[in-house]
């Protein structure tokens, strides 16, 4: 009789192949993982693009249609680099996650949900998302997967100038006229509820290790940046409760149905067309 005729042979060639299973059980887990977490990436920079492009043609200067607008190209090409990674887990495209997503798959903060308003509340919450991104991508360079850490490096270059450009914005406001310092503080003061999701750790974070990284750690370097901004600028972090914001989960605030109804229509309406 053979070893694997005998009983102890077909024990071993059993527990071979559940170790197989379950090593492809283990890597199946690790990919949903990381394309999670690179949708949750791709979607924070492609709302926030989307919402910023309403400016073209309404900016209160010409040359912040320019500057706008490029922020919001620069966002757009992090959002396709992300869900392309993601999407190459199950065959997806970047396209088909963009606009073939209903809302409660989308992984989008609540911050990048928000109204555009006036131009101040849009600098606030650039001000907000620009200075997180900045700390996001800058501690992203060294994640363990090569393509997070390849994007980050590029998208951190980019990020550094919209978060100056935020910056110089919320000194100008609240150095200007008395109407542009009322509107900054009231713009400061609905945004910020909203700054508290970005820094909220949770199990898919934990499960990542090396390859993500963990938001409550991004706070520090956060809040070292708006306490310079806001000494400079003469203005109060706002006393406000944090919202419920559970945009990471796919639960969303009011408004992402209205951006994604303006984003989505022409590919739903046409879908596979091309030009």
């Known amino acids: 009789m053979s070893e694997n005729d005998s009983p102890h042979g077909d024990v071993m ?63 757009l090409g992090h959002a396709r680099s992300f869900l392309h990674f993601a999407g190459s887990f199950d065959g997806r495209s970047e396209d088909d996650l963009a606009y073939f997503r209903d809302e409660p798959e989308f992984r989008c903060a609540w911050i990048v949900q928000q109204p555009n308003g006036d131009f101040a509340q849009t600098i606030a919450r650039q001000f907000v998302v620009a200075t997180y991104m900045f700390e996001l991508y ?10 997070v850490a390849a994007i980050a490096a590029k998208a951190v270059k980019e990020v550094d100038y919209h978060r100056d450009h935020a910056v110089q914005w919320m000194l100008r406001l609240a150095g200007g006229t008395e109407e542009s310092r009322a509107r900054i503080i009231r713009a400061v003061g609905d945004v910020w509820p909203y700054a508290e999701e ?31 901004v806001f000494t400079e600028a003469e203005l109060s972090v706002p006393a406000v409760a944090a919202s419920s914001a559970g945009g990471r989960r796919g639960s969303h605030s009011a408004m992402l149905g209205h951006i994604l109804a303006e984003m989505q229509v022409l590919a739903r309406r046409h879908p596979g067309a091309t030009w």
């Not at 750790?201 to 520090?220: K, M, N, Q, T």
């Open 138 to 147: 800058s501690a992203l360079v060294s994640s363990s997967d090569e393509t």
């Open 13 to 75: 060639v059993e527990e071979l192949r559940l170790a197989q299973e379950l090593a492809g059980t283990g890597a199946r887990a690790a990919s949903a993982d990381i394309a999670e977490y690179a949708l949750r990436l791709g979607d924070d920079a492609l709302i926030l693009s989307q919402q910023l492009g309403d400016w073209i043609a309404r900016a209160p200067e010409l040359e912040e249609d320019v500057a706008l607008g490029n922020i919001a190209l620069d966002l």
């Open 198 to 228: 970005l820094f909220r750790d949770d199990e898919l974070i934990d499960r990542l290790g090396d390859a993500a990284v963990r938001p409550s750690s991004l706070r520090a370097g956060f809040d070292a940046v708006v306490e310079t």
